[in-house]
């Protein structure tokens, strides 16, 4: 199968952050920047938690009031500061582009299509693009009815609100021959507080294999790192259409330099057709 972008990559919040010191961990974005180049599309959650964390640190307190519209006003203020960082950290001759996507990018034909050449284009330019998604202009009460208007066509529906479908839906949409989750945790356990659980590998002949596979691991998966976040569950979810695509997918621990979990240097889970 043909791969027009050699790999799209997506890190979670709390993996850049240092949550001892409530501060952001800029050794993470420091190895994160030596590794990116053209040929990546990079998934960066942390804009929410990030601004939440830059609006204590300057007031000495947290936002009160709806929970959505503080959100919003965390993401506001933290996606300029993680853009900073991408910006600091990756090579100065290479240019850095933020795309902020929402759900009706994924969903609506022309729009994912406008969105893909966009991508494609960045490994010509020798740009690196930096995805996450527009928790600042988009709120649920509106984005559940659009959803519901999609779902009840009967079509496919991408949410996005959960970076890590975010990245598995870029991944089929420019055809990525490698997809690379960076988590706060070493890959998929069949027992999250066993670290010898470790699955290193779900592999098959062909791609329904290897999705019977992850069925099967799935059965293994419960709870998720915090509050909101879907779990080991929704991850192997995400990925059964980039498996299915030919990509080879890496759920790590986010302090790997990304050449390192690739080369098989580190212990991870690495899933796809034939390893």
Same mark, same amino acid.
């Given at each position: 199968?043909?791969?027009?972008?050699?790999?799209?990559?997506?890190?979670?919040?709390?993996?850049?952050?240092?949550?001892?010191?409530?501060?952001?961990?800029?050794?993470?974005?420091?190895?994160?920047?030596?590794?990116?180049?053209?040929?990546?599309?990079?998934?960066?959650?942390?804009?929410?938690?990030?601004?939440?964390?830059?609006?204590?640190?300057?007031?000495?307190? /947290?936002?009160?009031? %709806? &929970?959505? !519209?503080?959100? *919003?006003?965390? +993401?506001?203020?933290?996606? #300029?500061?993680?853009?900073?960082?991408?910006?600091?950290?990756?090579?100065?001759?290479?240019?850095?582009?933020?795309?902020?996507?929402?759900?009706?990018?994924?969903?609506?034909?022309?729009?994912?299509?406008?969105?893909?050449?966009?991508?494609?284009?960045?490994?010509?330019?020798?740009?690196?693009?930096?995805?996450?998604?527009?928790?600042?202009?988009?709120?649920?009460?509106?984005?559940?009815?659009?959803?519901?208007?999609?779902?009840?066509?009967?079509?496919?529906? /991408?949410?996005?609100? %959960? &970076?890590? !479908?975010?990245? *598995?839906?870029? +991944?089929?949409?420019?055809? #990525?021959?490698?997809?690379?989750?960076?988590?706060?945790?070493?890959?998929?356990?069949?027992?999250?507080?066993?670290?010898?659980?470790?699955?290193?590998?779900?592999?098959?002949?062909?791609?329904?294999?290897?999705?019977?596979?992850?069925?099967?691991?799935?059965?293994?998966?419960?709870?998720?790192?915090?509050?909101?976040?879907?779990?080991?569950?929704?991850?192997?979810?995400?990925?059964?259409?980039?498996?299915?695509?030919?990509?080879?997918?890496?759920?790590?621990?986010?302090?790997?330099?990304?050449?390192?979990?690739?080369?098989?240097?580190? +212990?991870?889970?690495?899933?796809?057709?034939?390893?």
């Amino acid at each position: 199968m043909q791969h027009d972008i050699d790999l799209v990559g997506k890190i979670g919040s709390m993996a850049l952050i240092r949550k001892s010191d409530n501060d952001i961990d800029y050794n993470i974005f420091s190895r994160l920047g030596a590794s990116l180049r053209p040929g990546t599309v990079w998934v960066s959650s942390g804009a929410t938690e990030i601004g939440r964390l830059d609006y204590l640190h300057r007031s000495g307190r /947290v936002l009160e009031g %709806d &929970n959505e !519209e503080c959100k *919003a006003d965390y +993401a506001a203020q933290g996606q #300029a500061i993680l853009m900073e960082n991408y910006r600091r950290f990756i090579p100065p001759q290479l240019s850095v582009r933020q795309v902020l996507v929402e759900h009706q990018h994924f969903n609506d034909p022309e729009k994912r299509e406008f969105i893909r050449k966009l991508l494609l284009r960045t490994a010509a330019q020798g740009a690196v693009p930096i995805v996450n998604y527009n928790d600042a202009v988009s709120f649920e009460e509106n984005r559940r009815l659009e959803l519901d208007g999609l779902r009840s066509s009967g079509q496919p529906v /991408v949410e996005g609100i %959960d &970076n890590d !479908e975010t990245a *598995a839906a870029i +991944a089929q949409l420019v055809r #990525a021959r490698q997809l690379l989750i960076l988590t706060s945790v070493e890959g998929i356990y069949l027992d999250p507080r066993d670290p010898d659980t470790l699955v290193q590998r779900v592999t098959g002949r062909d791609a329904d294999e290897v999705i019977a596979g992850i069925q099967t691991l799935q059965q293994s998966c419960h709870g998720a790192s915090r509050a909101g976040a879907n779990g080991a569950f929704a991850k192997l979810e995400f990925i059964k259409g980039s498996v299915r695509n030919g990509t080879r997918v890496f759920i790590a621990h986010a302090r790997h330099r990304i050449e390192d979990v690739l080369s098989g240097k580190v +212990a991870c889970t690495q899933i796809g057709v034939d390893l």
